[in-house]
């Protein structure tokens, strides 16, 4: 049983870290307002970066410390399924032109994996845990 509390705490991190570093791209690589054009090219409304990048922030933190984790998870679906739409035109292969569609689906995924199998061990607070 300690096993498995370990391999989602494995999960869990790997999650977290995967939103933190997404969203210090957008930041520090591609810019805000660089970002912004993308996602405006892509038919996303102007602007809407910028609570993309709020959340994936604050979930990738929070599924990162297991601080409502899995809630997290479950709310930032919305943006992986935006970005396997976007990327959908591409192909199956992440690595193409452009990057497919492969790790977007494998992330929806793994987030509904954590969501329903926990936080694991060494959460901050874990469903069932005292508020």
Do not use: C
């Not at 570093?21 to 690589?29: E, R």
């Not at 709310?75 to 790790?103: C, D, K, Q, R, T």
């Amino acid at each position: 049983m300690m096993q498995t509390a370990y391999a989602f705490t494995l999960l869990r991190v790997a999650l977290g870290l995967m939103w933190l570093s997404h969203a210090l791209l957008k930041i520090l690589v591609f810019t805000l307002p660089g970002a912004d054009q993308f996602f405006v090219a892509h038919g996303f409304p102007a602007h809407s970066v910028y609570p993309v990048v709020a959340a994936e922030l604050a979930g990738g933190l929070m599924i990162l410390l297991g601080f409502h984790g899995r809630a997290a998870s479950l709310a930032l679906l919305p943006v992986l399924i935006g970005a396997a739409g976007v990327h959908l035109p591409n192909g199956w292969v992440f690595s193409a032109a452009g990057g497919g569609w492969e790790y977007p689906l494998f992330l929806i995924v793994a987030s509904l994996a954590h969501a329903l199998g926990g936080d694991g061990a060494f959460a901050l607070r874990r469903v069932g845990a005292p508020a």
